[in-house]
């Protein structure tokens, strides 16, 4: 029997649109290349010029019934590739039966439970093919064959995937690595905290920044090559004078444009400095507490998943930046610019009435005539206009500093407290991998510790102290971390992740994304905040 064979179809350019002309044969070629123009513009659009992230909605929420459960409501995202998501139910995820699925996974990750399953919840752009309808068949064709689908169907696929690739298995298991990489999302981060650091003022002890500087340390952000020899002074001045700040933002974000982001930009073709293709939109990180059944070996989860949006990238649309703006102005960095001195109205003397004036008579050869008084009107005083105070600028939260934070009283009228509750400094040590044990390089308060978290990445610590206790939903006890990391580079940052049972869970991240290393020291303060709500 002869087979037949369709035509391939060839590979078609976004960038080039149908060009009607009468008399002109259309076929299916001509009709998916209209589409392909109008559908990749369109997400060209969204990806470029805003971004990606979650748009609104697709909240995650633990659920705990029979068995526990991750629920999702409906929402809208776009994801790396510009494509628009939309779930339009809400979702719900049997954590047991993902378990049960993936029992060899989970195996060679945990071997000896119980303990904790970091999971990464993500969503996914699918299409599905529907609305078949009968063609035009072939000789010797079945009437499967006969028949096509009609429509293309926007869906969606949420997936829960391991943080970390487990070991090799055969076959590979399906959720391994699935989780995204967010290169760009992380980039735009840090390029915020450097726009942060900057201070516009006009202090003549001020170490001011040049425009060389800054470009140097905005293209440190992205794919960095090999070491400079000799090896180059760090960069520690970020002051900018008021009469520069337009001229040094402007080199900032000209350098972010032109040679930053184009190293993270998403591509179908993966070049030097750029992730691989992704589509994939982070919701939520999960942690589990699994433990295993001795007889069934079965996993099951024990106690209420715990949620941390802190890594997903969202979207705010138009309207909301211009109230924001209105209201607040359009700041970057910090600013220590004396405010202009207050407005006084000036003093507008009272209108004075005019003062009667002498006629004089002349001797004339006439008759004398009676004196007729001449009437002087009596002018109007008009008042001084009121003035209307100008109102006071806005203070803005953000600008409070360390110091008056610091000097804030311990408790409030309210009863709230706010108070220090551990301290100290830490140091890597030198191992096989590169980074070793995390240990006390200075005083430390109140008996605090760090120690690396078991299976996760060398950035994440965990931090303990005499008086910790988890903060469970609904009490009015918070924990505050800051720091910073003060050798092996140039800047970076202490973030907080999530309570544990045992103590906080950090990252430290130098400003080049670099993770802990041997040699690098940091320091740490832990302040409590209780009161009512």
Same mark, same amino acid.
């Given at each position: 029997?002869?087979?037949?064979?369709?035509?391939?179809?060839?590979?078609?350019?976004?960038?080039?649109?149908?060009?009607?002309?009468? %008399?002109? +044969?259309?076929?299916?070629?001509?009709?998916?290349?209209?589409?392909?123009?109008? +559908?990749?513009?369109?997400? =060209?659009? *969204?990806?470029?010029?805003?971004?990606?992230?979650?748009?609104?909605? =697709?909240?995650?929420?633990?659920?705990?019934?029979?068995?526990?459960?991750? *629920?999702?409501?409906?929402?809208?995202?776009?994801?790396?590739?510009?494509?628009?998501?939309?779930?339009?139910?809400?979702?719900?995820?049997?954590?047991?039966?993902?378990?049960?699925? *993936?029992?060899?996974?989970?195996?060679?990750?945990?071997?000896?439970?119980?303990?904790?399953?970091?999971?990464?919840?993500?969503?996914?752009?699918? !299409? @599905?093919?529907?609305?078949?309808?009968?063609?035009?068949?072939?000789?010797?064709?079945?009437?499967?064959?006969? +028949?096509?689908?009609?429509?293309?169907?926007?869906?969606?696929?949420?997936? &829960?995937?391991?943080?970390?690739?487990?070991?090799?298995?055969?076959?590979? /298991?399906?959720?391994?690595?699935?989780?995204?990489?967010?290169?760009?999302?992380?980039?735009?981060?840090?390029?915020?905290?450097? =726009?942060?650091?900057?201070?516009?003022?006009?202090?003549?002890?001020?170490?001011?920044?040049?425009?060389?500087?800054?470009?140097?340390?905005? =293209?440190?952000?992205?794919?960095?090559?090999?070491?400079?020899?000799?090896?180059?002074?760090?960069?520690? #001045?970020?002051?900018? *004078?008021?009469?520069? /700040?337009?001229?040094?933002?402007?080199?900032?974000?000209?350098?972010?444009?032109?040679?930053?982001?184009?190293?993270?930009?998403?591509?179908?073709?993966?070049?030097?400095? !750029?992730?691989?293709?992704?589509?994939?939109?982070?919701?939520?990180?999960?942690?589990?507490?699994?433990?295993?059944?001795?007889?069934?070996? #079965?996993? #099951?989860?024990?106690?209420?998943?715990?949620?941390?949006?802190?890594?997903?990238?969202?979207?705010?649309?138009?309207?909301?930046?211009?109230?924001?703006?209105?209201?607040?102005?359009?700041?970057?960095?910090?600013?220590?610019?004396?405010?202009?001195?207050?407005?006084?109205?000036?003093?507008?003397?009272?209108?004075?009435?005019?003062? !009667? &004036?002498?006629?004089?008579?002349?001797?004339?050869?006439?008759?004398?005539?009676?004196? &007729?008084?001449?009437?002087?009107?009596a002018l109007p005083i008009p008042a001084p206009p009121v003035l209307q105070p100008q109102p006071a600028l806005p203070v803005h939260r953000a600008?409070?500093?360390?110091?008056?934070?610091?000097?804030?009283?311990?408790? /409030?009228?309210? %009863?709230?407290?706010?108070?220090? +509750?551990?301290?100290?400094?830490?140091?890597?040590?030198?191992?096989? /991998?590169?980074?070793?044990?995390?240990?006390?390089?200075?005083?430390?308060?109140?008996?605090?510790?760090?120690?690396?978290?078991? %299976?996760?990445?060398?950035?994440?610590?965990?931090?303990?102290?005499?008086?910790?206790?988890?903060?469970?939903?609904?009490?009015?006890?918070?924990?505050?971390?800051?720091?910073?990391?003060?050798? %092996?580079?140039?800047?970076?940052?202490? @973030?907080?992740? #999530?309570?544990?049972?045992?103590?906080?869970?950090?990252?430290?991240?130098?400003?080049?994304?670099?993770?802990?290393?041997?040699?690098?020291?940091?320091?740490?303060?832990?302040?409590r905040i209780t009161g009512p709500r």
């Amino acid at each position: 029997m002869t087979e037949f064979a369709t035509k391939p179809v060839m590979l078609k350019d976004p960038s080039l649109r149908v060009n009607y002309t009468f %008399g002109q +044969v259309l076929g299916v070629d001509e009709f998916l290349q209209e589409q392909l123009h109008h +559908v990749e513009h369109g997400r =060209l659009h *969204h990806r470029l010029l805003h971004g990606y992230g979650t748009v609104w909605g =697709l909240k995650v929420e633990p659920k705990s019934n029979a068995t526990p459960r991750l *629920h999702v409501t409906p929402g809208v995202a776009i994801n790396p590739l510009g494509q628009e998501i939309r779930v339009v139910s809400d979702m719900c995820a049997d954590l047991n039966s993902w378990l049960a699925a *993936h029992q060899s996974e989970v195996e060679s990750l945990m071997t000896s439970p119980p303990g904790t399953l970091r999971l990464s919840l993500v969503l996914y752009y699918r !299409e @599905c093919k529907t609305h078949p309808v009968p063609i035009r068949g072939e000789p010797c064709q079945s009437s499967e064959a006969a +028949v096509a689908p009609s429509r293309i169907s926007s869906g969606f696929e949420l997936k &829960l995937c391991l943080d970390e690739p487990s070991p090799a298995l055969s076959p590979p /298991a399906e959720p391994s690595g699935c989780a995204p990489c967010q290169a760009e999302e992380d980039l735009v981060r840090a390029f915020g905290d450097l =726009l942060q650091e900057l201070e516009i003022t006009d202090s003549a002890s001020a170490l001011f920044i040049t425009e060389q500087e800054l470009r140097t340390l905005v =293209l440190a952000l992205g794919c960095t090559d090999e070491p400079a020899s000799p090896p180059v002074a760090p960069i520690t #001045a970020r002051a900018i *004078h008021p009469d520069e /700040a337009h001229a040094m933002f402007d080199v900032a974000f000209r350098t972010w444009v032109t040679d930053v982001r184009p190293r993270v930009i998403v591509r179908d073709a993966p070049g030097p400095c !750029e992730p691989m293709r992704d589509d994939a939109v982070l919701l939520a990180h999960i942690e589990l507490d699994v433990v295993q059944d001795p007889e069934t070996s #079965a996993f #099951a989860v024990s106690g209420s998943p715990r949620i941390d949006e802190t890594d997903r990238p969202y979207l705010l649309h138009s309207r909301l930046l211009q109230e924001w703006l209105g209201r607040t102005g359009c700041w970057i960095g910090r600013s220590t610019v004396p405010a202009p001195p207050p407005f006084e109205p000036p003093v507008i003397p009272p209108f004075l009435p005019t003062p !009667e &004036l002498p006629i004089p008579t002349p001797a004339l050869p006439i008759p004398a005539r009676p004196e &007729l008084p001449i009437p002087t009107p009596a002018l109007p005083i008009p008042a001084p206009p009121v003035l209307q105070p100008q109102p006071a600028l806005p203070v803005h939260r953000a600008a409070l500093t360390r110091e008056a934070a610091e000097t804030a009283p311990a408790a /409030a009228r309210d %009863g709230s407290t706010y108070a220090v +509750v551990a301290a100290g400094r830490f140091s890597v040590s030198s191992g096989p /991998a590169g980074a070793g044990a995390v240990v006390a390089d200075g005083p430390t308060f109140n008996g605090l510790a760090a120690s690396q978290v078991a %299976g996760r990445a060398r950035s994440e610590l965990l931090l303990t102290f005499d008086g910790y206790s988890a903060p469970a939903q609904g009490d009015d006890v918070a924990y505050l971390v800051s720091g910073q990391l003060e050798a %092996g580079t140039t800047a970076g940052s202490v @973030c907080f992740n #999530a309570y544990a049972a045992t103590g906080i869970r950090i990252s430290v991240r130098a400003a080049d994304s670099a993770r802990l290393r041997a040699g690098y020291a940091f320091s740490v303060e832990v302040r409590r905040i209780t009161g009512p709500r």
